[in-house]
Structures are given as C-alpha cells and as structure tokens.
C-alpha cells in the first residue's frame, strides 16, 4: 500500500496547475537535445528525489534517532505537508519560504546547457528545487512516507515509486501523449485541484495513523480476525 501511495504521490507532483503548462516546454527542449532527452531528464529528476528522500532518513540515524523516534517526526511532517495541500494560507507560506530556495535553482538552471544528454540529467535534478513551492508538500510526504521504513532499503523503495510517478508523467508527455494531455489541459487542472485536498486528507489521516501507531492495532486486529491461508500467503509474499 505504501507503494502505491507513493506512486500516487508522484504522479500528483507534476500533474499540478504550476507545474504542467510549462512541463511540455521543458520536454521539447529535452526533446530538441536528443530523443532520449525526456528518458534522461527524467532519471535525473528521479535521482534527485530519491536521493533526497534517502538523506533524510540516513541522516535521522546518523545524529543518533532510533526508529521510533523518525517515525515519529516523519508522521508529524506528513500531517503538516496534508495541511500544506488542504489550506491555501499554508500552501502560500510555504510557497514563500520555499521561494529562495526555488529562485537559486533557478539562477543554477539558467547556467547549465540543455542541448546534451548531460545538461538535460543535470536539468532534471535541478527542476525539482525549482518546482518546490508546488511539488514540496507532495514530495515531502513521500519522504516522510519513506522515513517510516524499517529500513533503508525499504525507505529507497518508496522513494523509487514516487519517482517512477513523476517519470510516468514525463514520460508520457514525452513520447506520444503530450498532443492529448495539451488537449485536455484544463480537464487535468480540474483533477490536480480536486486531487490536492484529497491527497492532503489521505496524509493527515496517515499520519495520525502512523503518529499514534493505530496501524499496529489494526494489524494486530488482521492478525487475530484473518483467515490463517491468508496470512500465510501474505507472509509468503
């Protein structure tokens, strides 16, 4: 489920009223530079995202926090990023306080040559920070997602769904259904609206889920109430 939901997460990053009408723009820069342009721009868009997400949690054991105490701070941001996406006095804060952050990105964007397959991976790993005031709340749930993990390696697979979201999406606009999305871009403005406050009441919910540990009393519940077969192939699985 955690998957999926970071999947999810992903696709909402960039199907997102600030992000797509300039997202077929970039693709036809990275497509003028080569016609892997949009497959590279992605896997540096995604590099940069799970390595992110990766830091963040390596660096929570590193100053010493144990596993409970990162869960902890991690369902504390994922509830607060849901209050990004649900109120727009929240999401204008963060706009603004992501706005420095956004505009060096921007200046280090503006520098590197995009015409090469390395100026469109180096592209890709920037557009991230520049998107930030409107891909931060979604990607910060992702990693407050993935800092719930029991491990790193389970924490590197959220964060490799959440790209394989963001690079469906760019992807798809890429090769062969950008003329149709452009076609349809105010229907996608209409599920990206509609998508953010649902997407911020499913990271409120999980969070408080995850804060008061309510998911161990539902698995305990599982446990206790599932038929044995099935726990077993779920084990198995």
């Not at 397959?117 to 991230?128: A, D, K, T």
């Not at 062969?176 to 996608?188: F, I, N, Y």
Request: aromatic share 8%.
């Amino acid at each position: 489920m955690e998957l999926l939901f970071a999947y999810g997460a992903g696709l909402l990053t960039l199907i997102n009223p600030c992000v797509l009408p300039v997202l077929p723009i970039v693709l036809a820069t990275a497509l003028q530079a080569s016609r892997l342009g949009p497959l590279v721009l992605a896997a540096g868009m995604s590099l940069s995202f799970v390595a992110l997400g990766l830091g963040v949690t390596t660096f929570g054991y590193a100053v010493g926090l144990n596993e409970q105490d990162i869960a902890k701070a991690g369902a504390v941001l994922m509830m607060g990023f849901g209050l990004i996406l649900l109120v727009p006095r929240f999401s204008a804060a963060f706009s603004t306080a992501t706005a420095g952050v956004a505009a060096s990105a921007d200046a280090g964007l503006d520098h590197v040559d995009r015409s090469t397959l390395r100026g469109q991976f180096l592209g890709g790993m920037l557009l991230g920070a520049v998107w930030s005031p409107c891909v931060g709340p979604t990607l910060g749930g992702a990693i407050s997602l993935a800092s719930q993990g029991e491990s790193i390696g389970w924490a590197a697979a959220i964060m490799v769904f959440f790209a394989l979201g963001v690079s469906s999406i760019i992807l798809g606009l890429g090769y062969g259904a950008r003329s149709a999305l452009m076609r349809r871009q105010a229907l996608m403005r209409r599920i990206a609206t509609s998508a953010r406050p649902a997407m911020g009441v499913i990271f409120v919910a999980v969070g408080a889920m995850l804060f008061f540990e309510i998911h161990h009393i539902l698995e305990a519940w599982l446990v206790m109430n599932l038929p044995a077969w099935l726990i077993d192939l779920s084990v198995s699985l």
